[in-house]
C-alpha cells in the first residue's frame, strides 16, 4: 500500500547524467608483465576536491612502501613485481577508490598477472605412419600470455603452414599425404614474453602403403572440441581425417544458420578457424569428411561458447527522496556467465537489514534516513570481468518534524493477529496527519516488511494477516505534512499455534506385491500453522469400508505398509496434527498394488512433482536405483481429484520430464507414472499436488498484464520450431516468465497440448513430428497473475529425409543395349521426395567404385539405362531425396546384358510364342499374321471405294495419291513394336524420317517416268527437333529426357507417358524417339 500523505508533497526526483559530483576519467586495466620489471595501474578522479585516492587489492586496502607507493595523479606504481607465494606476491585484483564530500566511489577491477610458462602438460608422442595416410603431433603447455607454438624437424623449424604441413596456434602438427622424406623427429617450441620451452622429440615412422591401395571410407582421427572462448578472441576448431580417397571436409553450423565469411577461414585441409569472436558465432558446428563423388560421410561436432564480460543494459538513476521515504535503484547486466550484481555504499559492500533489501538486480531503501546520504554502485561481474556504474541519494531533511511514537506495545490475539498500540509523539503532536505502521517477520534474511497507513484519529491498530507460531517486529512513523518523524523503537511479539490448514501430499509406490511405501513432504510453515507433533495415516481396500488406522510421529515423513494383498486397489488419507488438534484430512488416495507374478517387470520410477504457476505443473521421474529390468518407455495418468481417470500419455525410455498445462487454480490433482516393457506394465507411483491460486485481478486491484505481442515462429529443422515474442511494455522490471502451448493443428486430445515454461522471450520447441502444421500461443506470468493466451500463430515443420530406399526395384532389358528401371516410392508416411538418384555400374566399374549417376524429378518413377555393353553384369540401385537430404540407396538389383546374336534374332521374343515380362507384351509371327489380315481386309475396303467414287467421275489424280499414302502407312515397320498396358511403346533405335509432300515435279532418276506419274521420295533428317509427318499423322511426339509432354498429348493413351506396376512414369529416354525406315526410293 502506499502512504496516502504523498499526494501532499511535491518530491524532486533527478536523474544525473553527468556525475559532475565524483567521476572517474581513467580506471586500471588488466596488465601482464615481467618479473623484477615496474607496472602502472592508471586512475584518474575528478569532482569537487579535495579527492582523496586509495588502492585496495583483493579487497584490503594497500600500504605503501618504497617500491609500491601513489602517484601524484592518484595512479598506482610497483616499482619491481614480485611473484613470491602468498600475500607477498604482487599479482591478483587491483581497485581504485577516490572519495570527497559526496562519498567514495570504487573502480573496475584489473588484474595484474606475472608472465609465466610452465612445463608441458602434453608432449608429442612417436607415431607410426603408412605412406599416403596422415601424422598428426600434438602438445600443450599453460603461459600467460598465452604462447606461439612453433614445431621443428630434425631440429630445424618447419613453416606454419604448405600444401602438406599445417600448425595450428593451439599445438596441433598435421601433415597430409604422408611420405617418405617426412620420417625423423618432431619437436614442439612454446614462446612467450617470460621464456622459451622445447619439448621431447617424437619419431615419425613411414611405413610403405598398399599397392594398389584399397578403397576407404573416411574417418575423422582428430574431432573438434567443445571450447569456451572469451569475447574478441580465436576459435580453432580442428577437424582431420583419413580416407582414400582423400575425403573432403567441409563445416555448417547445426542450425543450419550461415558460418559468417568475413571473420572465418579454413586452416590446412579443414581446421576451421573463427577470428574476433562474438556471441553470435556460439553454436553447434558440424564437421563432415566425405569422400569425392559418393554419399560416403562421417560427421563430428563441437559447442562453441562464447564468453563475454558484463555489460550494463539498465543503469541505476540518482534520485532526491525525504527522510522516511523510499529509494528504489534497479541495476541489470548482461553477460556469460551470468554476471552476479553487488551493490556498494561509498565504495563498500550493502547488507540486507530490515529497511535495505536486495531483490535480484534491485536495492530497494526503506525509511530513509540521513545516513542513507550516499553514492551508490552496481558492479556487475563474472570470470570475464566487471563493470561498475553509479547514482547518487540526496535525503532532503525538513524542520520542526514530530519526534518518534512513544510506548509501543503489542500483544497477541490470535494465530493470525496482534494488536498493536503506542502513543502520540512528545513534540509537535498536534502537527501529525497520520501513522505509519511497519512489520515483518522477525526471523530470517531478506524478509519483506509491509506497511499500513492509518489516520491520526487512533493509536491502536490490529494487523490480522500474520502467520501462525511466527515471532514479527513492528515499528511506527509519525508524519506532518512537510516530514516525518524518527522510528520508533522495535517491539517483538509472536502469533500462537492453530491446527494445520491442509494435509500433506502423498507419494505411493510398491517395492513388492505386498507392500505401498507411503511418502510425504513436511508442511510449509503456511500450511502447518505451528508445529506438527503427529500423523494419522488411514487406508483401506476399495472394496471394504473397514478403515485402518496408524499414528506416526510428527518428525516421521514416509511409512511402509505390509502384508496387504496383490493385485488390490487401495485407499489412503493422512491428517496432520499440532498441540492445538488435528486439521483437516487428505482425500482418499488410490493405489494398486502389483500382481504376483514371477514376470520380471520394471520398478515403480522416483516420481517428482513442482507447481510452476496456479495451471501448470512440472513432472520429472527417473528409475528406481534397484530397477534391473529393460524400460521400453512409460505412462502418465492425471486427473483432478473427485474426476475419473484421463487415458495414458506415453513417452520414450529416454524421457525423463513432462509439462502438464492447462489446470485450474486452487485444486488438488492425482498423478500416476510406470514404467513398461515387453512383459507388461511395471510397478507404479503415485502422487499428488495441489496448484497455488492465482492472485485475482480484485485481489491486486490491478488489471491483469497484457499478453505478449509479436509471437513470430520459424521452423529450424523436421522436428523443432524457434517462437520469438515480444514482452508487453511494463512500468516495473519485476521477473516475467512464460507458457507456451503447442499442439497440432486439430488434435483432439487435449492431454497431448504440450506446454513448455520459459523466462527467456523465445523458445526452441522441439521434438516435434515431421511435416505437420502446429499452433503456438505464449502468455506470461508476473507476480501470480496470468496474461490471457496471445493470438495463435501456425507454423508447419520441414519433412524429414527418406529413412528407405525406394521399394520394389525392377529392371527389365527391352533393346539389346537398353533397359528400363522402375521404383516404387519409399515405404514411409508423410516423407516427400523431390529427386531419385539412379546409380548403375558394370562389374568391372562397380569393383573400381565407379558408378553412372542419373537423377529423375520426385514425380518420376522410371528410367531408362542406355548404351549397356553386351555381355556384361550390371548393378543398379537407387535413393529418394527430398530438401532435408539423401536417403539410403537400395539394395543393389543384377542385370545380365547377352552377348550379340545373329542378325534376325530378337532377344526379347521367343520363336512361335508371345512372351511377358514385366508388364511388356512382346509381338511374335503368329500375332503378326493376324495384323496382316486386318490390313488386307481394309485395304480391300479402299479400293472398293475408290471404284465406286471413280465411277462417279471423281478426280483420278487423288485415288492415285490417296491409295499409296495409306498403303505405305500400313506397312511401314511394324515388326519391332512393343506394347505395354497403356499402348505402344516407340522402339528407341528408330531414326526420324521427313516425308515430303507429294507433287508430280519430281527429280528425274536416270530412267525417265513417265509423265503424270506420282513418286514419294524421303530423306534423313538429323535434326531432333523436327517430327516427322508418321508421327504428327499418329498424334505421337516423341519424348525427350527432362522435358514434358504436350498438353494434348496428356489425354491420350500414347501420350508419352507409361505406367510399371501402377506406378507412373514419365520422361524414359534422352532422345528424342526415331521411325525405322528402309533407306530406298519407292516410286509409287
Known amino acids: 500500500q502506499s502512504f496516502f500523505f504523498l499526494d501532499i508533497y511535491i518530491f524532486i526526483s533527478y536523474s544525473v547524467l553527468s556525475f559532475s559530483e565524483l567521476f572517474f576519467i581513467k580506471e586500471p586495466l588488466d596488465v601482464t608483465v615481467i618479473r623484477k620489471e615496474a607496472a602502472i595501474l592508471d586512475c584518474q578522479a575528478r569532482g569537487e576536491a579535495p579527492i582523496d585516492v586509495r588502492w585496495l587489492k583483493s579487497g584490503v586496502q594497500i600500504a605503501e612502501n618504497e617500491r609500491v607507493y601513489l602517484l601524484s595523479n592518484g595512479s598506482l606504481f610497483i616499482s619491481e613485481v614480485e611473484s613470491r607465494r602468498g600475500d607477498k606476491s604482487d599479482e591478483g585484483f587491483y581497485q581504485c577508490l577516490a572519495q570527497n564530500k559526496y562519498g567514495a566511489i570504487l573502480s573496475q577491477k584489473a588484474h595484474l598477472t606475472i608472465a609465466s610458462i610452465s612445463s608441458f602438460s602434453v608432449q608429442p608422442t612417436s607415431i607410426v605412419a603408412t605412406e599416403g595416410s596422415v601424422a598428426r603431433f600434438s602438445c600443450k603447455i599453460v603461459a600467460h600470455p598465452p604462447p606461439i607454438i612453433t614445431w621443428e624437424f630434425n631440429r630445424v623449424t618447419l613453416p606454419l603452414a604448405t600444401e602438406r604441413i599445417t600448425v595450428l596456434p593451439s599445438g596441433v602438427l598435421q601433415i597430409q599425404g604422408v611420405q617418405q622424406a617426412d620420417a625423423g623427429n618432431y619437436r614442439c617450441i612454446a614462446t612467450n614474453i617470460s621464456s622459451r620451452r622445447r ?42 581425417a583419413t580416407g582414400n580417397p582423400r575425403p573432403i571436409i567441409s563445416w555448417s553450423r547445426a542450425d543450419s544458420k550461415p558460418i559468417d565469411v568475413y571473420n572465418t577461414k579454413v586452416l590446412g585441409n579443414g581446421n576451421l578457424i573463427i577470428t574476433d569472436i562474438k556471441p553470435q558465432h556460439g553454436g553447434v558446428y558440424l564437421c563432415r569428411a566425405t569422400t569425392p563423388g559418393t554419399r560416403n560421410y562421417t560427421m563430428a561436432s563441437a559447442n562453441v561458447t562464447v564468453l563475454a564480460p558484463p555489460s550494463l543494459v539498465e543503469w541505476p538513476e540518482s534520485l532526491t527522496r525525504p527522510r522516511a521515504g523510499t529509494a528504489r535503484f534497479v541495476c541489470h547486466a548482461e553477460g556469460n556467465p551470468t554476471p552476479r550484481i553487488t551493490w556498494l555504499k561509498n565504495g563498500e559492500k550493502v547488507h540486507s537489514n530490515g529497511r535495505i533489501k536486495m531483490y535480484n538486480s534491485k536495492l530497494v531503501i526503506n525509511q530513509i534516513i540521513p545516513e542513507d546520504d550516499a553514492i551508490y554502485q552496481c558492479q556487475a561481474e563474472n570470470e570475464q570481468g566487471s563493470v561498475l556504474t553509479m547514482a547518487r541519494l540526496i535525503v532532503v531533511m525538513s524542520e520542526d518534524r514530530p519526534s518518534a511514537p512513544r510506548n509501543i506495545r503489542a500483544d497477541t490475539v490470535s494465530s493470525s493477529a496482534i494488536l498493536l498500540a503506542w502513543e502520540r509523539p512528545l513534540y509537535n503532536s498536534d502537527k501529525v496527519i497520520a501513522y505509519s505502521v511497519h512489520y515483518m517477520k522477525a526471523e530470517g534474511l531478506n524478509n519483506e516488511e509491509y506497511q499500513i497507513v492509518i489516520g491520526n ?56 506385491p505386498t507392500d505401498i511405501q507411503v511418502s510425504w513432504q513436511p508442511l510449509p510453515d503456511k500450511l502447518s500453522r505451528g508445529r506438527v507433533c503427529s500423523y494419522r495415516l488411514s487406508y483401506r481396500t476399495s472394496s471394504d469400508s473397514a478403515v485402518s488406522q496408524i499414528e506416526l510421529p510428527g518428525e516421521k515423513t514416509q511409512h511402509l505398509l505390509e502384508n496387504l494383498q496383490p493385485d488390490t486397489i487401495y485407499l489412503l488419507r493422512i491428517v496432520a496434527a499440532t498441540s492445538v488438534g488435528w486439521g483437516e484430512q487428505s482425500a482418499w488416495t488410490s493405489h494398486r498394488t502389483p500382481k504376483a507374478s514371477g514376470a520380471q517387470v520394471p520398478l515403480a520410477p522416483e516420481l517428482h512433482l513442482e507447481s510452476l504457476n496456479c495451471t501448470t505443473i512440472l513432472v520429472r521421474w527417473q528409475l528406481a536405483p534397484r530397477n534391473s529390468a529393460s524400460v521400453r518407455g512409460y505412462k502418465l495418468f492425471y486427473h483432478e481429484e473427485s474426476q475419473p481417470e484421463s487415458t495414458p500419455v506415453q513417452f520414450h525410455a529416454s524421457d525423463n520430464k513432462h509439462t502438464i498445462g492447462g489446470l485450474d487454480p486452487r485444486k488438488k490433482y492425482h498423478v500416476k507414472i510406470l514404467a513398461y516393457n515387453v512383459v507388461g506394465d511395471g510397478y507404479q507411483a503415485d502422487q499428488t499436488i495441489s496448484t497455488p491460486g492465482c492472485v485475482s485481478v480484485r485481489d491486486r486491484l490491478v488489471p491483469p498484464p497484457p499478453p505478449p505481442h509479436n509471437v513470430y515462429a520459424k521452423t529450424n529443422s523436421s522436428t523443432a520450431v524457434f517462437l520469438h515474442w515480444g514482452r508487453p511494455a511494463f512500468t516495473s522490471s519485476h521477473t516475467v516468465n512464460y507458457t507456451v502451448r503447442c499442439n497440432p493443428v486439430g488434435l483432439q486430445n487435449a492431454s497431448l497440448v504440450l506446454y513448455l515454461q520459459t523466462s527467456e522471450q523465445s523458445l526452441h520447441v522441439r521434438d516435434l513430428e515431421p511435416n505437420t502444421k502446429y499452433e503456438f500461443a505464449v502468455r506470461l506470468h508476473l507476480d501470480q497473475l496470468s496474461s490471457p493466451w496471445s493470438p495463435v500463430v501456425y507454423q508447419s515443420t520441414f519433412p524429414k529425409a527418406p529413412m528407405r530406399p525406394p521399394s520394389n526395384i525392377k529392371v527389365t532389358l527391352i533393346e539389346e543395349d537398353t533397359a528400363l528401371v522402375s521404383w516404387k516410392l519409399p515405404d514411409e508416411l508423410n516423407v516427400p521426395v523431390t529427386r531419385y538418384t539412379i546409380l548403375y555400374a558394370s562389374r568391372n566399374d562397380w569393383i573400381a567404385g565407379e558408378w553412372q549417376v542419373m537423377e529423375r524429378e520426385g514425380t518420376i518413377t522410371m528410367a531408362l539405362l542406355e548404351n549397356l555393353k553386351p555381355g556384361q553384369v550390371y548393378f543398379v540401385k537407387v535413393s529418394a531425396s527430398n530438401d532435408m537430404g539423401d536417403g539410403p540407396f537400395s539394395h543393389a538389383v543384377e542385370l545380365t ?72 502407312l500400313f506397312l511401314q515397320g511394324g515388326t519391332e513394336l512393343i506394347i505395354n498396358s497403356l499402348g505402344p511403346v516407340q522402339h528407341t533405335a528408330e531414326r526420324k524420317r521427313k516425308w515430303f509432300s507429294f507433287s508430280s515435279d519430281v527429280k528425274k532418276e536416270t530412267k525417265p517416268t513417265q509423265h503424270g506419274t506420282t513418286v514419294l521420295t524421303y530423306e534423313e533428317e538429323l535434326s531432333p527437333n523436327q517430327p516427322t509427318n508418321l508421327q504428327t499423322l499418329l498424334g505421337r511426339p516423341g519424348d525427350t529426357e527432362g522435358s514434358s509432354n504436350s498438353e494434348g498429348s496428356h489425354a491420350t493413351g500414347d501420350s508419352g507417358r507409361y505406367s510399371h506396376d501402377e506406378t507412373e512414369l514419365t520422361n524414359l529416354s534422352s532422345g528424342p524417339s526415331k521411325l525405322r525406315n528402309r533407306h530406298t526410293h519407292t516410286p509409287l
Open 199 to 240: 619439448s621431447t622429440e617424437a619419431t615419425l615412422t613411414v611405413t610403405p602403403g598398399p599397392r594398389p591401395q584399397l578403397p576407404q571410407r573416411p574417418r575423422i582421427i582428430a574431432s573438434p572440441q567443445n571450447i569456451s572462448v572469451s569475447l574478441h578472441q580465436t576459435a580453432i576448431l580442428e577437424c582431420m
Open 897 to 968: 546384358v547377352q552377348e550379340d546374336l545373329p542378325l534376325g534374332h530378337d532377344l526379347r521374343v521367343s520363336r512361335g510364342s508371345t512372351t511377358f515380362s514385366d508388364s511388356f507384351y512382346h509381338l511374335d509371327q503368329k500375332s503378326m499374321t493376324g495384323i496382316s489380315v486386318g490390313v488386307c481386309i481394309a485395304l480391300i475396303c479402299i479400293i472398293i471405294c475408290a471404284f465406286i467414287i471413280i465411277c462417279r467421275g471423281k478426280n483420278r489424280y487423288l485415288v492415285s495419291l490417296s491409295i499409296p499414302l495409306l498403303l505405305l
Open 457 to 512: 484519529d487512533t493509536t491502536r491498530y490490529i494487523i490480522d494477516d500474520l502467520e501462525p507460531a511466527h515471532n514479527y517486529t513492528f515499528y511506527v512513523v509519525a508524519y506532518m505534512p512537510m516530514g516525518a518523524s524518527r522510528m520508533s523503537d522495535n517491539v517483538f511479539q509472536h502469533t500462537l499455534e492453530d491446527v494445520p490448514l491442509r494435509a500433506p501430499e502423498l507419494s505411493l509406490t510398491s517395492r513388492s
